[in-house]
């Protein structure tokens, strides 16, 4: 193997706090080589993203450098220490977006709302290359095509807000390739992604390497993309670097006991839970949802004439059994989140739903509260769904005090019985949620949800912003509460393998429409309709051995 271009030798990093230092990073060391990826996983809070942010001598205040090296070497020649760089001095700012690019997690805050598109990548080649403005933006544009950006000569002058999901993580591989680095950073670039999209930035970031001979640090907690792009992992937990080596050897035997567990909780969800309770054969249906549609319209001008027309729910029907958990599918866009609003009356759509003998759709006043006092919703991110200026308390107990259920001791009593049957010490109940990990807030919601003793619980990407082994205990969570209390569930993800863990049927989801429903074994082992198979063809298979063996289905319109 050639010299490594990076090298993390001993690192040391902490944040000073009233108490002191506090590290969080413990003598971290490993290796980059070009052309070659180093996978950096781990969970949440195991310092991955400090790590990344280090190399680039970009600790966040109050944090510090405090022992260590990064060793930089481009071109063979002498190694340069980045730490020991000024992190505001004009020789470090030459190295970061020029010889080492970086890729954030989240694209939308990462990119400025008010700046076109074109201009942020124009302003990060002027910084590092002597080119004029008209060149940089035909380099500009040019990197926006080597994306696969759709006609880069118009999307160039566009804002942030006008891109997709996928295409903003798109441009900010642009912006960071548009350099020519010899080092690309990659931070969790596809957490957020639906699965098709994620396997094309896969595949994009995989040619580019190919053309460039970059080195790659990726970091993600997704064993199934480590197994799909890592030619070396290492693996970190709370600060420290517990295991690393070679792709192949690490899934095939790993060695320290937090790697086992980890890939112990992934291939856990590659079967249906052993805990599941199937609903009884002749149970009745709790929910019929008939040619429901909702449409959109954008209105212009003085006279707000309609100028377009989005389908997000476009004639969707299906049956909810008591009981049962029913996955919806689909890539963002699709209509998943839509349909789940629309039967908890966010929205005011057309069509049926039927619910214990009433039609939400036009049901209002006390019918329509007490529908509500039975359907619940878990919404997708534990940090936006609790309100920080509210104890545990407060959040667990407002749905008891709005509906008059409760109050004095017996609220405090009835309080303390759910958190703990979210599996949480009833005395956090004072705290406030920001002290509170993801796993924990999300058990938070849980308890919110299950307040008023519902029927139906809709629950909405409730474990994406997870770390797996936490999205695993939070998924037995549900699935022991769904036999403890008879639950029906309406479970909308994009993560087939937590669907067919937690679900019974699937139905799946494209442009506002169900193209396929069915058992879930069936549906993911013998898939019918063609974009079925593209969704599942792009799902990342935490087995290195099958690297490359499985072939990609694209889905156009022309193939329905």
Do not use: W
């Not at 670039?189 to 098709?196: F, I, R």
């Not at 291939?267 to 149970?283: F, Q």
């Not at 919404?379 to 005090?401: H, Y």
């Amino acid at each position: 193997m050639t010299a490594p271009i990076i090298q993390v030798q001993d690192l040391n990093v902490g944040f000073s706090s009233r108490r002191g230092v506090v590290d969080v990073l413990h003598g971290v060391s490993f290796d980059l080589h070009r052309g070659k990826t180093t996978c950096i996983v781990g969970e949440s809070g195991s310092g991955k993203s400090v790590t990344a942010r280090t190399i680039l001598n970009m600790v966040p205040r109050p944090g510090v450098i405090n022992g260590g090296r990064v060793l930089f070497s481009p071109d063979g020649t002498e190694p340069m220490d980045l730490t020991a760089m000024d992190p505001r001095g004009r020789e470090i700012r030459r190295i970061r977006g020029g010889r080492i690019g970086m890729i954030f997690q989240e694209p939308m805050s990462s990119l400025s709302p008010v700046h076109t598109i074109g201009n942020q990548i124009v302003e990060a080649i002027r910084l590092h290359r002597d080119v004029d403005k008209k060149t940089a933006r035909r380099m500009a544009v040019d990197a926006l095509a080597q994306v696969e950006i759709p006609k880069p000569e118009k999307a160039v002058d566009r804002y942030a807000f006008e891109y997709s999901g996928g295409m903003r993580q798109r441009a900010m591989i642009a912006m960071a390739l548009a350099c020519r680095p010899d080092v690309l950073i990659a931070d969790e670039p596809t957490t957020a992604l639906d699965v098709t999209t994620q396997a094309e930035i896969l595949d994009l970031m995989r040619d580019l390497q190919r053309d460039l001979g970059m080195a790659i640090m990726f970091i993600t907690h997704d064993m199934g993309v480590v197994a799909e792009i890592a030619d070396e992992v290492v693996v970190m937990e709370k600060g420290h670097v517990v295991e690393q080596g070679e792709t192949f050897r690490l899934f095939a035997a790993p060695q320290h006991p937090y790697t086992q567990r980890l890939l112990g909780a992934v291939r856990r969800l590659e079967e249906p839970a052993t805990a599941k309770v199937r609903p009884a054969p002749d149970a009745r249906p709790i929910l019929t949802v008939d040619d429901l549609h909702l449409h959109f319209e954008k209105k212009e001008g003085f006279f707000q004439r309609v100028t377009d027309v989005t389908r997000a729910v476009d004639g969707v029907s299906f049956t909810l059994r008591e009981g049962e958990a029913l996955g919806i599918v689909g890539e963002s866009g699709s209509g998943k989140t839509t349909v789940g609003r629309c039967i908890a009356r966010v929205y005011d759509p057309k069509g049926q739903i039927d619910y214990a003998g009433q039609n939400l759709v036009t049901a209002e006043g006390r019918a329509l509260r007490d529908a509500r006092r039975q359907i619940r919703m878990i919404f997708q991110d534990p940090f936006a769904s609790l309100n920080p200026r509210m104890t545990v308390k407060q959040i667990v107990a407002e749905p008891l005090v709005v509906n008059g259920l409760a109050e004095g001791q017996e609220l405090e009593d009835r309080v303390a019985k759910l958190l703990s049957d979210v599996g949480l010490d009833p005395g956090m109940m004072e705290r406030y949620p920001h002290a509170f990990s993801g796993g924990q807030r999300q058990r938070i919601v849980v308890a919110r949800a299950i307040a008023l003793d519902p029927k139906l619980v809709i629950a909405d990407e409730p474990t994406s912003a997870l770390d797996v082994s936490i999205r695993t205990q939070v998924l037995d969570l549900l699935l022991r509460l769904q036999a403890e209390m008879g639950l029906s569930f309406l479970f909308i993800s994009h993560d087939m393998a937590v669907i067919r863990y937690f679900c019974d049927r699937v139905a799946v989801m494209y442009r506002g429409q169900i193209v396929e429903i069915g058992e879930s074994e069936q549906i993911i082992t013998d898939p019918q309709h063609p974009y079925t198979r593209a969704l599942l063809s792009s799902v990342p298979i935490p087995d290195p051995t099958l690297r490359g063996t499985r072939q990609r289905h694209r889905y156009t319109e022309s193939a329905r």
